[in-house]
């Protein structure tokens, strides 16, 4: 039997994609990039999948104006997209040092890029955040007082922004642009503990992860369940939950929100089907399918 081995950060975003981002064939995407690690290694995993998916990239970058450095590395990331065939192009911002000035930056960066976005005509605008990044993020809001709706960060999908890597972790990232010998800018903003999200990626996330190996899977199963884009639960004819691969949940979760039936088959050679109740705004986290009810799922051996 041969061993198994875990997706590769292609599999990983060429799901996010299909499943939770609902890309479709013909559109546009704008990549933002830095010339850093996971913005490099998402332009780079995007420009394999586009001709499978039937899409087509650009990509920009923004200069905040608060490292000298930052031209430098939107200099490698122009490089690294003409050796893809992507365009790029990248806007300046005056981001003037002072109080806030991470959320300054970051207003100003997605002010731009959606700016870039309409003038590409792209219909989407993919950034490269990872499940590290969301697991971060929720500890950010939670040290902040933040209330559980406030905790549902940095979703797959959120308008026309898209994060094709939020179910991979860094891991995964580091292990791809090894794997391809990618080069990429290290900024050294993110090992500045003078920053809040720096100290917790450094000194909090650890003693977490010693203590709880899977602390960051929950905490994006947390984002998930309070940005109400938890997957749907499956059970048997006796009441026991059903385990589904993200494949098969990705499929029931589509299956819902277009209402529309669907079959897939699970293990033991057995195939479940959901039927949808008869409503054009049906959606799969707004329901839990139970077998034998209206609108829900069951099992059947197949034959």
Do not use: Y
Not at 221 to 232: K, M, Q
């Amino acid at each position: 039997m041969g061993r198994s081995h875990p997706p590769t950060l292609i599999r990983l975003v060429e799901r996010t994609l299909v499943e939770e981002c609902g890309i479709r064939r013909g559109e546009r995407i704008l990549v933002a990039i830095s010339g850093g690690g996971d913005s490099t290694a998402l332009l780079h995993v995007l420009s394999i999948l586009a001709p499978k998916l039937g899409v087509s990239l650009c990509a920009h970058g923004v200069d905040h104006g608060l490292r000298p450095e930052a031209a430098r590395e939107l200099d490698l990331a122009a490089e690294s997209a003409a050796r893809l065939g992507v365009p790029f192009a990248r806007t300046a911002v005056d981001c003037a040092p002072g109080g806030n000035v991470q959320a300054r930056a970051r207003t100003a960066r997605r002010n731009a890029l959606e700016h870039a976005a309409r003038k590409e005509h792209a219909t989407r605008i993919a950034t490269a955040h990872h499940a590290d990044d969301r697991a971060e993020t929720v500890l950010i809001r939670l040290l902040g007082g933040a209330r559980p709706p406030a905790l549902g960060v940095l979703p797959a999908r959120d308008g026309a922004w898209i994060r094709p890597m939020i179910r991979a972790r860094k891991a995964d990232v580091s292990a791809h642009l090894g794997r391809h010998s990618i080069d990429f800018a290290n900024d050294p903003s993110n090992l500045d503990r003078r920053f809040l999200r720096a100290r917790i990626r450094m000194d909090v996330m650890p003693l977490l992860e010693e203590l709880s190996p899977a602390i960051v899977e929950h905490l994006t199963a947390l984002a998930d369940e309070l940005s109400g884009r938890a997957l749907p639960d499956v059970v048997d004819a006796a009441g026991r939950p059903v385990r589904l691969r993200r494949a098969q949940l990705g499929a029931l979760r589509r299956a819902v929100e277009l209402n529309r039936p669907v079959t897939v088959r699970i293990s033991g050679g057995r195939e479940l089907s959901f039927r949808p109740k008869a409503s054009k705004n049906a959606r799969a986290d707004d329901r839990r399918p139970r077998t034998g009810q209206k609108g829900g799922a069951k099992t059947r051996k197949s034959g």
